[in-house]
């Protein structure tokens, strides 16, 4: 199952670094851990008439963490916020079920998809989005 788990591609996201740096003076910034295996992501979000800029994060944790805030970093930019509640859905019912909604945005998703069935690790693929949505909450309370 490791080799499933740890496919090129995955390895390639994680190593890959996007978006891996701390924004200066962004609109919001959360910090998530996962106490079980000491994952821990803060994510930086800057965004601009509804729609994410950009985004920073610094992961300290296992290379699904690394990959999944990477595909973050990669793809939410320039999306609005009910795209960014989508994305975060779909990747819940992704290590849920272990399906994906039809399209092409969702196409490089499915590298995430042997992570359906090493249930221990979903959440190490989760943390990242999870700090994503506590980000825009936290931009909707200000």
């Given at each position: ?71 973050i970093a990669s ?27 039809e399209g092409d ?37 200000q």
């Amino acid at each position: 199952m490791s080799t499933a788990l740890y496919q090129d591609a995955l390895v390639s996201l994680a190593n890959s670094r996007i978006g891996a740096l701390r924004l200066q003076c962004p609109d919001a910034s959360v910090r998530v851990d996962n106490p079980l295996c000491g994952d821990e992501v803060t994510l930086d979000l800057r965004v601009r008439s509804g729609t994410v800029e950009q985004i920073g994060h610094c992961v300290r944790g296992c290379i699904l963490c690394e990959a999944s805030a990477a595909w973050i970093a990669s793809h939410a930019p320039g999306c609005g916020v009910s795209e960014i509640k989508a994305m975060a859905g779909a990747m819940r019912e992704l290590m849920a079920h272990g399906t994906l909604p039809e399209g092409d945005q969702w196409a490089q998703a499915g590298v995430f998809s042997p992570v359906h069935q090493a249930k221990s690790r979903r959440r190490c693929v989760l943390l990242a989005f999870e700090a994503l949505e506590l980000a825009l909450a936290e931009l909707e309370q200000q």
